[in-house]
C-alpha cells in the first residue's frame, strides 16, 4: 500500500556529509510520524531521527547538532541530512512511517516493530 525507498548512502570519511532521501509512493498520505532508523552489525536497531506532520522533529542525543530531518511535502520525500560523520554512525539507515505522532528516540526504537511500513534500507559506512 505504501513504498518507501531509502537513497543517498554510501562510504565517506569521518568528517564528512551525507544526505539520505526516502521518498513515499503507492497510497501517499501523509502518517503522523516518518522515522529514520538505523542498525550496525551485531546492534539493535535504534531510532535516530523522526519528523512529524507539522513539520516537528525529534533527534536522539548522539547526533543532535550534526542531523537535521526535513521534508519536502510536494515531493512525498523526507531528508536526512548528515554533517560530521563519525564511524559510529556506519549503519544501515531504514525509513518507517506509522500513523503514531513522534516519540523520544527511545521509545521509538522500543515501538519499531510496530511501524506500518519500511523501506529496504540504504547502507552508510564512515571510516576513520
Known amino acids: 500500500q505504501v513504498q518507501l525507498v531509502e537513497s543517498g548512502g554510501g562510504s565517506v570519511q569521518a568528517g564528512g556529509s551525507l544526505r539520505l532521501s526516502c521518498a513515499r509512493s503507492?497510497?501517499?498520505?501523509?502518517?503522523?510520524?516518518i522515522v529514520w532508523f538505523r542498525q550496525a552489525p551485531g546492534k539493535e536497531r535504534e531510532g535516530v531521527a523522526c519528523?512529524?506532520?507539522?513539520?516537528?522533529?525529534t533527534y536522539t542525543d548522539s547526533v543532535k547538532g550534526r542531523f537535521t530531518i526535513s521534508e519536502d511535502n510536494a515531493k512525498n520525500t523526507v531528508y536526512l541530512q548528515m554533517n560530521s560523520l563519525k564511524p559510529e554512525d556506519t549503519a544501515m539507515y531504514y525509513c518507517?512511517?506509522?500513523?503514531?505522532?513522534?516519540?523520544?528516540?527511545?521509545?521509538?526504537?522500543?515501538?519499531?516493530?510496530?511501524?506500518?511500513?519500511w523501506g529496504k534500507g540504504t547502507l552508510v559506512t564512515i571510516s576513520s
Open positions: 518507517a512511517v506509522d500513523g503514531v505522532r513522534c516519540q523520544t528516540m527511545a521509545t521509538m526504537t522500543e515501538y519499531s516493530y510496530g511501524m506500518d511500513y
Open positions: 519528523i512529524d506532520s507539522d513539520g516537528s522533529t
Open positions: 503507492g497510497y501517499t498520505y501523509r502518517p503522523y510520524c
